[in-house]
């Protein structure tokens, strides 16, 4: 409930009190009609400054005092039932005390740098953030992480509080999941109703592809949106890309006013466009002549690797790294031109280091590793290519770091991006994926060391980031988000 003292306007900060047994979404959701309600009853009198440091969350056994004595009497008061627990525990089992001390203390000072990771994935605004955190930070795909998440469930269960039990249980199930099945498929099994992939599998459809398809109508411009109302209205029926070439080269009018609505989006969009223009030239390897033994390979291998990043279907990830690696180790590679041998070696290693993510296996972080270091070593210091090879070695360096803490391979990632950085035009699309990457790579540094000018500089690469992305870009948020998580870092450190 909001909630606020006095007569009619507030004297103390808004509270939230969830409701018992909600999920996140639900309390989220429940926050912002609240919030809009009390905006629309209090009209110009309502301040937004009352919200600037966010809306407090109150559990309901602590509401009687935060309603007294204010958010920081409650949280007091957490505290004390914890160390009253404890201290109940130490007296009736001292044993049994020591040894839940010294497991808490040795994991907590392992899994340090995961707390604020874990933080973010749990608040994050929806399902689509959350994995976005995921995607970008595997190490919480870690054992490290879900045993972290394993002693905040227990210190929940001795606070007794159950609602937040439920939601470290959730998304730790969540995270399991993603290392089963893989991040997408958990969590479009996450986002998707019971009733929604029951009708998906009716109709022959993979979760992932359900999703895929909502994505893609929620993205159409409206004239291609009447274009489909108008076939389903007269009863055509179009079930594969196939049945639409067929019916368009029949109605040369249909084609036309697709093809007017693509350019049209194409021209609102042009960070799309960009994106579109990158991914083609990815697909013909930089424009280079691939040379012919390679070319069958090479398209299951892009093949393989689209089908896994829209399905998460892992049989078409060790079909994209099967055949990479029969490109690798033809006979012919060696003396093959320079600048495909490396742009093979980088996109291989691009799919090792994702087979690596999704399933933790070591040896596919080594390959990939491999295959970037001597990318990175072989590439010309002027090439074009080199920002895009660096990229992927830093990334993979990271999720080592992640493995094995190793502090140097996260000094490494971050010194790879910050020359990625400074090689890429200031007008390239991918600048703000690698300036994201270089700012969440400063900021798990700062996380480990605790060094204030990682933080800040991370800030400033986000902040960049952000001003580089077009509006409509399906990674503003994204890059929003982890803006939100630097600067309320640096809050935190500094009160500012």
């Not at 130490?90 to 392992?110: V, Y």
């Not at 990682?454 to 948020?477: F, I, M």
């Amino acid at each position: 409930d909001p909630l606020a003292a006095g007569a009619g306007l507030p004297t103390v900060p808004l509270l939230f009190s969830p409701a018992e047994e909600t999920t996140a979404d639900e309390d989220q959701e429940q926050a912002r009609q609240l919030v809009e309600m009390l905006q629309r009853a209090l009209g110009d009198r309502w301040q937004d400054d009352w919200l600037a440091e966010g809306l407090p969350v109150v559990l309901r056994a602590l509401l009687p005092s935060a309603l007294s004595d204010g958010p920081q009497a409650a949280t007091a008061e957490m505290a004390e039932r914890v160390a009253t627990e404890l201290a109940r525990l130490q007296a009736e089992d001292p044993e049994r005390f020591a040894e839940l001390e010294a497991a808490i203390g040795s994991l907590m000072q392992e899994t340090a740098p995961l707390l604020p990771l874990i933080k973010q994935f749990i608040q994050a605004e929806s399902w689509n953030a959350s994995r976005r955190i995921v995607e970008q930070h595997p190490e919480l795909l870690s054992d490290e992480a879900d045993e972290l998440l394993e002693v905040l469930i227990a210190s929940a269960h001795v606070q007794n509080d159950n609602r937040a039990v439920q939601m470290f249980e959730e998304h730790r199930s969540l995270l399991r999941r993603c290392r089963e099945a893989g991040i997408a498929r958990a969590f479009v099994e996450k986002m998707l109703p019971p009733e929604a992939l029951d009708q998906a599998e009716a109709a022959g459809l993979t979760p992932e592809q359900v999703i895929e398809l909502q994505q893609a109508t929620a993205q159409m411009p409206p004239e291609v949106m009447e274009l489909f109302a108008e076939l389903a209205a007269s009863g055509v029926e179009l079930h594969s890309p196939a049945d639409l070439e067929a019916l368009l080269a029949s109605r040369p009018d249909l084609a036309a006013r697709l093809a007017a609505a693509v350019q049209a989006l194409l021209a609102s969009r042009p960070d799309l466009a960009a994106r579109l223009e990158a991914a083609a030239e990815a697909m013909g390897m930089g424009g280079m002549d691939v040379p012919p033994q390679f070319r069958a390979d090479l398209q299951q291998a892009q093949e393989a690797e689209q089908h896994y990043r829209r399905t998460g279907d892992r049989s078409a990830l060790d079909a994209a790294a099967a055949a990479w690696e029969r490109i690798l180790g033809h006979s012919t590679f060696p003396s093959s031109d320079e600048r495909f041998q490396l742009a093979a070696m980088n996109n291989a290693g691009g799919v090792f280091l994702r087979r690596y993510w999704a399933t933790g296996g070591l040896a596919d972080l080594n390959r990939a590793l491999e295959l970037g270091q001597t990318a990175v070593q072989r590439t010309p210091p002027d090439s074009p290519d080199l920002p895009s090879i660096l990229n992927n070695l830093a990334a993979g360096l990271r999720a080592r770091y992640a493995r094995t803490g190793a502090l140097q391979d996260l000094h490494d990632a971050v010194g790879h991006w910050q020359r990625a950085v400074t090689l890429t035009a200031e007008g390239s699309p991918d600048l703000p994926s690698i300036l994201n990457n270089l700012a969440a790579g400063l900021r798990a540094r700062y996380a480990r060391t605790g060094a204030l000018q990682d933080l800040h500089d991370a800030v400033g690469h986000w902040q960049r980031a952000v001003t580089l992305t077009a509006e409509g870009s399906p990674d503003l948020p994204m890059y929003l988000n982890n803006l939100a998580a630097g600067l309320s870092d640096r809050y935190a450190r500094t009160g500012a």
